[in-house]
């Protein structure tokens, strides 16, 4: 049977969690919801 070594569960605890963030900051950012962001260069015309 297979042990883990705790230290190898932390660093895939910590990529897994590095990949979850970007995932949705990608989402967040070109998805759906990007259409309620407000582009504040947009907003100030001079």
């Keep these: ?3 883990a ?3 190898s569960i932390i660093s ?3 990529v ?3 990949v979850a963030f ?4 990608i989402y967040i950012a ?3 919801p990007s259409k309620e ?3 504040p260069f ?3 015309e001079d």
């Design 5 to 7: 070594n705790p230290a």
């Design 12 to 14: 895939l605890s910590i």
């Design 22 to 25: 970007t995932g949705y900051a």
């Design 30 to 32: 070109f998805g759906p």
């Design 42 to 44: 947009e907003d100030h």
């Design 1 to 3: 049977m297979f042990t």
């Design 37 to 39: 962001l407000a582009d």
């Design 16 to 18: 897994a969690v590095v």
